[in-house]
């Protein structure tokens, strides 16, 4: 092929700039309902340290509990200073988000994950779906939380996000001294509502939502840089930790990890321009991934993911995927399903940015821009198996979020399922990673070899506007 695998057509993108609106807050309260029952024993606790992530100067939490009394479900955490929290809710699923100010959450994540609902007895537990293989039943914590997350959301700024085993209500959101005057506690308070007032309410949040959604980062400008820019998306990060294989293992710094060994590897040579989604532990809303390669002018977009399966142990192996409006298989639905759950589970709300002008012209550049991605991964395919063990079936399509660039050849490479113990030994190997990283580099070098180089193209609107604040980075 002797074109550049980028369509030359220029971007034919709407801009989608909502006007602000202030953030909901919701009103703390101190006062306690009266005749307060006898309080129950917690029902998790957890005060082990992890690495930190953020700034030293930062407010340290130790420790988290969460425990029912009468009507009232509390989530507290233990914490070295005191936090101005800011509330709102949101539906579908119903949530609350709590953001504060930057705190460095020394817990184990795992706390906070949903209680799975034990087989019964003399009855072995029947194998799911795949489709709802990573959704497996579960039962709240206490009262009305189901499960919670905690963590960085963007620079100066870290959130809980609180997931509601039913409707619910705020009945107090506040930081108290500690009992024994060592530190202090940021308390929540949850309390049953109906759910005509939890819709008012989560409509209220959902322009909390917007208003944080359009404010997230853009990426670096398109360069005046013959170079092909490949935009290296590590996925996940921040509060949105991906899958886990026990406490210590986190998709979010696996994949974190593996993006930076490729882009030094991509970047040695000088041939591209390299840009990061991220080059910290921090999330990064889905449309903003895609706008950031969109923004920088990207001739290719390559997301870095690890999969794992709660009941399918003997699944493993790499796998490519691209974007399709039809999913190619059950899995691929899966998967797909459970990576454009990731704003959902950032405290965003989850929808499809539905802002692209559809007419043939736009649709003759996306369909050019597929062709070229199911290319470069037949090519990342037949690369990558020198190093790492492909899937069964190693090329796949669905609807994925973050592979919907018009107009940037995009793919998803899941390296590996960390419920594999051979694929999770390979994905904690420094030099795996390494070798693997080599093997998708020259997949990208063998996609670009024999093409010219053309300059980036720009946005219908001309150039991106500044970013409020900056995660992406151009690293060559």
């Known amino acids: 092929m002797g074109k550049h695998p980028r369509p030359s057509t220029q971007r034919l993108r709407a801009r989608t700039l909502a006007s602000a609106a202030a953030i909901v807050l919701v009103a703390a309260t101190s006062a306690l309902a009266a005749g307060v029952q006898k309080r129950e024993q917690p029902v998790r606790m957890a005060a082990a340290e992890t690495t930190p992530s953020v700034a030293s100067s930062a407010i340290v939490a130790t420790d988290v509990l969460v425990s029912r009394t009468g009507e009232l479900t509390r989530l507290s955490f233990a914490l070295s200073g005191h936090v101005t929290p800011r509330a709102f809710v949101l539906a579908d699923p119903n949530r609350v988000i709590v953001d504060l100010p930057e705190v460095d959450f020394r817990i184990d994540p795992a706390v906070g994950r949903p209680v799975p609902e034990p087989a019964p007895k003399g009855r072995a537990t029947p194998r799911r779906p795949a489709k709802a293989a990573a959704q497996p039943e579960s039962r709240p914590l206490a009262g009305v939380v189901a499960s919670f997350r905690f963590g960085r959301f963007a620079p100066g700024k870290s959130r809980v996000v609180v997931d509601l085993a039913e409707a619910a209500r705020i009945v107090r959101l506040e930081t108290e001294a500690s009992p024994d005057g060592q530190g202090f506690r940021l308390v929540m308070e949850f309390a049953r509502t109906d759910a005509a007032a939890f819709a008012v309410a989560a409509t209220e949040g959902r322009k909390a939502s917007e208003i944080q959604t359009q404010a997230a980062v853009s ?187 018009p107009d940037v050849p995009s793919v998803l490479l899941e390296l590996g399922y960390l419920s594999s113990d051979k694929d999770l030994a390979q994905l904690r190997n420094p030099e795996w990673r390494e070798k693997a990283a080599t093997s998708v580099a020259r997949a990208v070098d063998s996609f670009f070899a024999g093409r010219t180089s053309v300059q980036p193209a720009k946005t219908a609107g001309g150039s991106p506007e500044p970013a409020e604040t900056g995660v992406a980075r151009v690293i060559h």
Do not use: W
């Open 219 to 405: 990426g670096p400008a398109a360069a005046n840089d013959a170079r092909p820019t490949i935009v290296i998306d590590p996925g996940h990060g921040g509060i949105d930790a991906g899958a886990h294989a026990g406490a210590d293992t986190q998709e979010k710094v696996i994949v974190f990890d593996f993006a930076k060994a490729l882009a030094s590897r991509l970047g040695a040579a000088g041939r591209y321009r390299i840009v990061l989604t991220r080059d910290e532990d921090i999330f990064v809303p889905l449309s903003q991934r895609v706008k950031i390669a969109r923004d920088a002018g990207a001739a290719l977009f390559i997301s870095i993911h690890a999969d794992t399966l709660s009941d399918a142990q003997s699944v493993s192996g790499a796998t490519v995927y691209t974007v399709s409006d039809r999913a190619s298989d059950a899995e691929a639905a899966r998967v797909a399903e459970n990576e454009n759950m990731a704003d959902a589970l950032g405290g965003l709300e989850s929808k499809e940015d539905v802002s692209e002008v559809s007419d043939i012209l736009f649709d003759l550049t996306r369909r050019e821009t597929r062709a070229y991605s199911h290319v470069f991964a037949r090519t990342l395919v037949g690369y990558i198996k020198e190093t790492a063990k492909l899937n069964k079936n190693p090329q796949r399509s669905a609807g994925f979020r973050v592979l919907k660039a």
